[in-house]
């Protein structure tokens, strides 16, 4: 689990502009996991602006819960994997597997 604050820019279904200060709850090279106060749908394309380092990456929804009455958990993936977008590094898949 890593929080790191994000600006999501998205648009409602009538193509209104959205845009939320956000905080992640999970992150990896594909993607995470936002909190966010506003609700997406499925499929929903938007973008993420990393707040300290400027970076943009287009994404989409992949899931939407809503845990608790103030707020949505909205799962996300980037267009393409971008590891370079959280400030961690990522292991290899095979980092701590032993060989048989």
Do not use: C
């Amino acid at each position: 689990m890593l929080q790191m604050a994000v600006t999501v820019l998205a648009e409602t279904r009538d193509r209104r502009p959205i845009k939320e200060d956000a905080r992640t709850l999970i992150v990896n090279a594909h993607g995470g996991l936002l909190k966010l106060q506003v609700e997406l749908l499925t499929g929903q394309p938007l973008t993420l602006v990393h707040e300290k380092s400027g970076k943009r990456e287009r994404a989409r929804v992949v899931r939407v819960e809503q845990p608790s009455p103030e707020y949505f958990a909205v799962a996300f993936e980037f267009e393409r994997p971008s590891p370079d977008f959280w400030p961690v590094v990522f292991p290899p898949d095979d980092w701590g597997a032993k060989p048989s």
